[in-house]
Structures are given as C-alpha cells and as structure tokens.
C-alpha cells in the first residue's frame, strides 16, 4: 500500500510540473463547450396519441364462418415496421419537407434527419400509440406528426385489402390444380372399374366376403334341393303305394292326408329365400333399426302368412275332395290324380332348385377362380380411392377456405382491422425540449477539468522528471553515486506561492465561470416555466 501510494505522489509531482499546460487547454476546451452550448439550436417536439380500438361487434357474431386474424398482433407489427424508407419519404413529401433540396445528397439527408427524428412508442395493453417528431421549427413538427397519423392509418388498411386478395388468388389456383387432379383421379377410377366390372363385388365386400356370401347361398340351394327331391321321392312312393292297393277309401285318405303334408308353394318359398338372403346382407351393414332392414322383416312375415294360407287350403282341398268322391263312388281315381298332381308340382320344384344349385356353383367356381387376381384388383381400387378421396377433401377443403376468405374480407371492408380514434390531435409543445443546457454545460465543465489533467498527465509521460532518487535509479537501472540539493530560497518560496496563487486563480475561475454560466441558464429556465 505505501508502495501504491508512493508512486501515486510521484506521479502527481510530474504532472505538477505541466499544470500551466493542463489549465491553458482547459480553459479552451471549457470556453469552447460553454460556446457549443450556448449556439445549439432549440429543438421542439410535436406529439400525436392514438387509440386503437381491436373489438367488433361482427366479429363474435361472425365467429366460425369468418378467418378471425389477430388483429393486436397486426396493429403492433404495424407500429414497429412503419418507420421505413418508403414511409419516411412518403411523409417527407407530404410534410413539404423536400421543397428546398436541390440535389440527391439533400434527399438523402432530409430522410436519414426524419428517420432518426420519429419516434413511436406503445403503451402495452392499452393499445395506445404516442407518434412524436422533434424539429428546430415547431410548425413543421406538427405537420410531421399529422402526416405520420395519415399513414398509420392508410397503411393497415392498405394492407389489409391486399392480404386479402392475396390470399384469395393464391386459393383459387389451388383449386384450379385440384379440379384438374380430382377429374385425372376421376377418369382413373372410371377406367379401372371399367375394366375390372366381372372382378369387382357389389355393396363394397371384398373378394373373401363375397365367396362366403356365395358359399352360403350354395348351402341353402342345396339344402332346398334336397328337401324338394323328399318330397318328391314320399309323393311318388305314395302313388305307387296307391296303385298296388287299389284305392281302398281309407287308405286313399291317410295317404292323402300325408301327402298334402308335403304340399309346396315353389315360388313364395323362392320369394322368402331371396329376402331372407337380403336380409342378411342388410344385417352386415346396419342395426336392427334400419329402415330397409324393417321393411324387409315385415315382407318375410307377410309372405309366410301368406304360404300358410295357401298350404291350409291346399290341404282342404285335398281332403275335401276325396271324400266327396266317396259318396260318389269313385274315391280311388280321385286319390290317385291329387297324388299325380303333388308329384308333377314337386317334379317342377326339384327342376328349379336343381337349375338354381347349377347357378350357384357356377357362380362360386368363378369367384374362387378370380382369387387369384383379387388381392391385386383390390390393392389398385382401395389406391385408386384413396386418391381420389385425399383430392376430393383437398378440393373440399379449399372451396370452404375460398368461402372464408371472401367473408373475411368483406367483413374486414365492413368494420375496418380496428378502429383508429386521435386522442390527442397533434400538437407542437411551445417550449423546446432539447437540448438539455444545464446538463450539456456540466458536461462541458467535466470534460474539460479531465481533458486538462489527461494533458497534464500526457506531458508527463512523454518528458518525465524524476524528483526521487530511488526512481531514477529504478528507471535507468544504474548506480547513483550522489545527489545534488538544490537549495529554495526565500525568493523561491515567495515566487512558488505566487504560482500558486495565479494558479489557483487560473483554475477557480474556470470553476467561476461555468457556475455563472449554470446559473444564468437556470434563471433562463425559470422564466420559461413562469
């Protein structure tokens, strides 16, 4: 620490040695500031407040059918970008403040002057927006300001309007490329389906589900079939039975009577199987409620009831007529033609069935013969919808967006992004606001107190004096055999304290000077106020 302090005293030595240097260039560096500050020009500020109003009432109303943008976030982003050169001369010709430029360069200036001189400033949640503009001529600050207020308002509209329309041509190419691509995908499917009619399944079922379908109605032909080639077999047996007897009364009527027990109605009965086989069908796709699965229920039951009342008459009949024919006497013939009759109807009912169980196998050996080709067939059509579906909801989607965009943008002419309301007009304060002269002039004073010690210390560096031996023995790095005492005398003492009085005069009036200084800017300022 002494040593720190040593070096501190040394230091301070040196530059006593330069002070008159140090206080002549601090004098002319104050005088100089005390001048720079006094000359500056007042400057005066014009101001403008803004509030925007981002709440409609047709927008809530519009919700879901309207593109709802976020309008706070478009006012704030106008706000920063709108200070920018195409702006800036925009406003410089409408303020008239290019009338005296005569030359590009000026132009130029003119610009870089506004740009630097305009100031937005926002106040958060409240969406209020100060405009301001400082100029030497308060006039023309104004008219800045109500340019700057023009602009800020045209500019959202403006680029509302073209956001819109952008947006809008942009949709409708798109559409455009999607019409033409839903009608490739259109003309595909058509083709393919064209081409591939015989392979292709009804009712969207796969080629597994279709075999299975076709396996079962084979079932059922089969199973119709051979109760048909029953009935047939009992009413032959029958009449054979018949005719070795005789036509014994009795016998003839029991026999009768189980015959007509295999009475058929061949075409009700091929009517219920083709319902029932839709109905199962049906029951695949959709729940008991459906209406077509209803309907299809209420036909089978009206279609049984109805084959019940032909089968009672048909037995009716058949024992009817036998015994008539008793009392007649000719039973025995009678029998045997009611007989004949059972059997040539269920010799045409077997002939159905067997032509309808040939169809059947038919049909499946031909869709278990397109198996082979069936995954393939399937994996095209499902790509070729998927597809065509993918294109179908892009176009879909598109024409909606359209639809959006077009009452976005009338709803947007109709109420406007928000609403601009002035607060403040603007205004031109009639006291200047720049330059601060009393912080400008202390400024001054401090720089120029330290430009004199930095000189001070700066002549010292350059043309050292060692007043310690220690230190020059330090700085050379050679041995001092002596030192040489200068004696003061009286006349040296009289004329150092006379130095310092001229010195200490030199630099307190530097200090005086600006305190005079100070305080004439701060009555100047008062009677401003006043």
């Not at 478009?74 to 925009?90: A, C, D, F, G, Y």
């Not at 009206?302 to 009342?309: A, G, R, S, T």
């Not at 020059?472 to 200068?486: C, D, S, Y």
């Amino acid at each position: 620490m002494e040593l720190l302090i040593g070096q501190l005293l040394i230091v301070v030595r040196r530059m006593w040695k330069y002070r008159w240097v140090g206080l002549i260039v601090a004098w002319v560096t104050g005088v100089v500031g005390a001048v720079v500050v006094f000359v500056l020009p007042d400057r005066y500020e014009a101001s403008a407040r803004i509030y925007v109003d981002t709440q409609s009432i047709l927008k809530p109303l519009m919700s879901g059918l309207a593109v709802q943008p976020n309008v706070e976030q478009q006012v704030t982003m106008l706000s920063r970008t709108l200070i920018s050169r195409p702006n800036v001369e925009k406003l410089v010709r409408m303020a008239d403040l290019d009338l005296k430029n005569q030359s590009k360069a000026q132009q130029e200036a003119t610009i870089e002057t506004v740009t630097s001189n305009l100031s937005i400033q926002s106040s958060g949640r409240d969406n209020l927006y100060i405009l301001g503009y400082r100029d030497s001529d308060p006039e023309t600050a104004k008219r800045v300001v109500q340019a700057l207020v023009s602009i800020f308002v045209e500019s959202s509209l403006g680029q509302t309007r073209q956001g819109t329309s952008t947006a809008t041509t942009f949709i409708n190419e798109q559409i455009k490329a999607y019409e033409a691509k839903l009608e490739e995908a259109e003309t595909r499917l058509k083709e393919f389906r064209l081409k591939n009619l015989s392979n292709m399944a009804g009712d969207g079922k796969d080629s597994a589900a279709h075999i299975a379908e076709l396996s079962a109605q084979l079932e059922r032909a089969r199973l119709e079939y051979r109760e048909a080639v029953n009935a047939r077999d009992a009413a032959r047996a029958q009449l054979e039975a018949e005719k070795a007897r005789g036509g014994a009364q009795t016998t003839a009527q029991s026999l009768l009577q189980e015959s007509t027990a295999n009475v058929s109605t061949p075409e009700l009965d091929a009517r219920l199987a083709d319902l029932r086989r839709n109905l199962d069908a049906l029951l695949q796709r959709y729940t008991d409620q459906h209406p077509d699965i209803i309907a299809t229920r209420k036909l089978i039951k009206d279609l049984e009831e109805q084959k019940k009342k032909e089968m009672a008459e048909l037995r009716k009949a058949a024992m009817n007529t036998p015994t008539a024919s008793v009392g007649a006497g000719g039973s025995g013939s009678l029998a045997m033609q009611e007989i004949t009759r059972i059997l040539a109807t269920t010799e045409v009912q077997v002939a159905s069935l067997k032509a309808r169980v040939d169809e059947y196998t038919s049909r499946y050996s031909q869709a278990l013969g397109a198996m082979k080709t069936a995954p393939q067939v399937e994996a095209e059509a499902a790509q070729l919808n998927r597809d065509y579906a993918i294109h179908k909801r892009n176009y879909e989607e598109l024409v909606q967006r359209r639809e959006q965009a077009s009452i976005s943008g009338e709803l947007d002419v109709a109420s406007g992004v928000a609403d601009f309301r002035v607060i403040d007009p603007p205004r031109a304060n009639p006291k200047p606001v720049a330059p601060n002269r009393l912080l400008l002039l202390a400024g001054a004073m401090a720089g120029a107190l330290g430009v004199g010690l930095f000189t001070t210390f700066a002549a010292s560096q350059l043309r050292p004096v060692f007043h310690d031996a220690n230190d020059l023995r330090a700085r050379v790095e050679l041995p001092i055999l002596g030192v040489v005492t200068r004696l003061v005398t009286d006349a040296d003492r009289a004329r150092q304290r006379v130095e310092l009085i001229r010195f200490s005069a030199g630099a307190g009036g530097l200090l005086a000077m600006f305190a005079v200084a100070l305080t004439v800017l701060a009555v100047q300022l008062s009677r401003q106020v006043v």
